[in-house]
């Protein structure tokens, strides 16, 4: 019965002095994307500004110091606190994670239609957007502005693979309606 006793009181002892195991706190659950624009909103908010200051870099050094005399040039993406070749780094990100909002499920095109996230065209056009969003970040970090002809020219053609199929649609030889977007050429 001692020995029961003196168990008995061991056991204890070592329950009370554990700790318990640690636990680690459940991560909180990922919200799943909304979708709040269109393709045509996402094009014009954030593609066509970014892509413009890509394409400016062609032949504006982003590193220049903006004529002082030149009432435009303190609003160049160029100038001001996040200007220079740093806002070409951020506009070729921006045109980046573009590629994954327009990816999104859910997005329709200003038409009301969805977009065409499974046809292999616009695959093609969302991987050479990505694709060249980073040679130009690359080109970007470098400060290599001779580079950024080559770069705005592959961006020109990433664009294009998209605008020639769903975009810059003609109807016997004439401009069609914005109703005919996200459908391939006839």
């Not at 996040?82 to 590629?99: C, F, K, Q």
């Not at 977009?115 to 060249?132: C, H, I, M, W, Y």
Request: one cysteine or more; charged letters at 20%.
């Amino acid at each position: 019965m001692r020995v029961l006793t003196v168990l008995s009181l061991l056991v204890f002892v070592a329950a009370c002095n554990s700790s318990p195991a640690p636990t680690t706190p459940a991560a909180p659950a990922a919200a799943a994307p909304q979708v709040k624009g269109s393709l045509n909103q996402v094009m014009r908010g954030i593609l066509f500004p970014n892509s413009n200051i890509l394409f400016d870099a062609q032949d504006k050094d982003p590193a220049a110091k903006p004529d002082p005399k030149d009432p435009a040039a303190a609003a160049h993406p160029f100038a001001g606190t996040y200007g220079g070749w740093e806002a070409v780094e951020n506009a070729s990100i921006a045109l980046a994670e573009a590629a994954n909002l327009v990816a999104l499920p859910g997005r329709n095109c200003a038409n009301g239609k969805p977009v065409p996230l499974n046809d292999p065209t616009f695959q093609k056009g969302l991987a050479s957007l990505r694709e060249v969003s980073m040679l130009a970040y690359k080109t970007a970090q470098e400060k290599k502005q001779d580079a950024m002809l080559d770069v705005a020219d592959k961006l020109t053609q990433a664009c294009a693979t998209c605008h020639d199929v769903y975009r810059d649609i003609q109807v016997d030889g004439k401009p069609a309606g914005i109703e005919a977007r996200c459908n391939p050429k006839p």
